[in-house]
């Protein structure tokens, strides 16, 4: 072979060598490429998780109940600080203290006077002399309690004609064995006091004497529940009328059926339904026509309510703020950013409800930080910065619904109302995992509406159920829930 040959059969060989060398680092530059976007793909997936990690009650709409030990931050209201303040438990240096009222005169039962015997100095006897500034110690005892049963014997008489009679109860007494109070005691400690059946039961015989089968206390719920419909329904008449109303909705389930119980919450009264679902139909056949400022989360379900008369929850917002601010680059600046104006806001809102502010600088004050608001909302909605730019134009799209309670007075700039009168569902949805039946979440409804609507004014819970299950026992018209100024 000659030197041109050998050469051209060395290059053919290299030639070879570099073709497979390139097929090798074309398909390793494959695999770098696949493996580039699944790291991409995973770290944006770590991100995501860490966030939801991190999430706890200042940041997200998880509620207080489930944050761990370790959630700190004050930002979002909803946690408490991790950080030790080097101070000890109990009452600090300084503390004024608390400590019980004594009762007055005209409530105490019985009077004990304590006089002295000797003189502690000379040991010479004492003449019982009332003092007028006596000091006063007093002990409440509750007596014993026994229940009082009677017993009404219906006897058959014949008359002259052959025809026996029975002898009628006295008007007013219960067909049923047990009187309208105990009935409203019974149901109370369920409906009201949230224990279940058996704990009720134990506590009837070992606090009161009375013993009563699991379902005898069923029996008492449902006629509580038909003592209640009235007082149920006219509170919901007045919350649908109402001009400004909170509503808002948590899970339930009713005999393992997935449902919804929502709270409609006024000044005067809180009403509770448990319907099928979320949705917009559901929403607008518990709200009825469209009537008053309506306060509430950004839910699709209440597109349907205009914007100008709707007032967008401000906690709600402030939690993704927060949420915001916690992440890294444009999104955690503008978060912050965002965070500060919104603490801002809620400074001056409380400065307004001390009377510290009037209305009209309350406004002046708020209309920059409407402004710049508004401009960061749509900065950030413009960007394509993953799980914030899609969250900031929806905000922007209640643009109508963010600054109502800024010009109309009487609005609340947070649904935390309708959020608080919802805790009493979600402890008996926790304790009892919802209903069995349809009538059980009736049950539930009127009892919890009556109970926040009598708490939200101090009113006597455990009085005007044994009042309305009388009324219903004895055929009378129902007590009146509402105060009078609000029907």
């Known amino acids: 072979m000659n030197t041109v040959e050998e050469l051209q059969h060395r290059v053919a060989a290299l030639e070879a060598q570099v073709a497979q060398l390139l097929h090798v680092i074309a398909e390793r530059d494959a695999v770098i490429v696949e493996l ?91 003449p019982q002399r009332p003092d007028a500034n006596a000091l006063r110690h007093q002990v409440t005892e509750v007596p014993p309690v026994k229940p009082h049963t009677t017993e009404y014997r219906q006897h058959d008489v014949e008359c002259r004609c052959g025809h026996v009679t029975r002898g009628e109860l006295p008007a007013g007494v219960s067909t049923v064995p047990f009187g309208p109070r105990l009935i409203a005691w019974a149901a109370s400690l369920v409906g009201v006091y949230k224990l279940s059946r058996r704990p009720a039961q134990a506590l009837l015989w070992e606090m009161l004497g009375v013993r009563m089968s699991l379902g005898a206390i069923s029996t008492c719920e449902r006629r509580t529940s038909d003592a209640l419909k009235p007082a149920h329904e006219e509170a919901f008449v007045h919350a649908r009328d109402a001009p400004v109303k909170h509503i808002d909705a948590t899970s339930w389930y009713e005999a393992g059926k997935y449902k919804h119980v929502w709270a409609l919450v006024t000044a005067a009264a809180t009403v509770f339904e448990i319907r099928s679902d979320g949705t917009s139909k559901t929403v607008k056949s518990v709200l009825g026509r469209m009537k008053g400022i309506l306060i509430s989360d950004r839910a699709t379900a209440f597109l349907f309510w205009k914007m100008k008369r709707r007032q967008v929850c401000w906690a709600h917002l402030m939690r993704k703020f927060v949420a915001f601010s916690e992440r890294d680059g444009d999104a955690g600046r503008l978060g912050r950013e965002l965070l500060e104006y919104a603490t801002l806001l809620f400074s001056y809102w409380h400065q307004l409800k001390d009377e510290k502010l009037s209305r009209r600088t309350f406004r002046q004050w708020l209309a920059p930080i409407r402004t710049r608001v508004e401009a960061l909302l749509a900065n950030a909605g413009r960007r394509d910065i993953p799980r914030m730019s899609g969250s900031c134009r929806d905000m922007l799209e209640h643009r109508d619904a963010l600054w109502t309670f800024v010009d109309h007075e009487g609005i609340e700039p947070t649904n935390n109302d309708a959020e608080r009168a919802l805790r009493a569902a979600v402890i008996w949805r926790k304790t009892s995992l919802g209903t069995k039946s349809e009538r059980g979440s009736r049950f539930v409804e009127r009892i919890l509406t009556v109970t926040q609507t009598l708490r939200r004014r101090g009113g006597d819970v455990l009085g005007y159920i044994r009042e309305a299950v009388e009324a219903f026992m004895h055929g009378r018209p129902s007590p009146l829930l509402l105060p009078a100024h609000a029907r």
């Not at 946690?79 to 019980?100: I, L, N, T």
Request: with cysteine; aromatic share 2%.
């Open 36 to 126: 580039t976007a699944k790291n991409v793909k995973l770290t944006a997936r770590v991100v995501e998780l860490e966030e939801k990690l991190g999430q706890n009650s200042s940041n997200s709409n998880k509620p207080p109940s489930s944050d761990p030990p370790s959630a700190s931050g004050k930002s979002g209201g909803g946690a408490r600080s991790g950080k030790p303040s080097g101070r000890k438990r109990g009452g600090q240096p300084g503390h004024r203290g608390s400590r019980r009222e004594l009762l007055p005169a005209e409530q105490v039962d019985e009077v004990v006077d304590c006089f002295p015997r000797v003189c502690e100095c000379c040991a010479g006897r004492l």
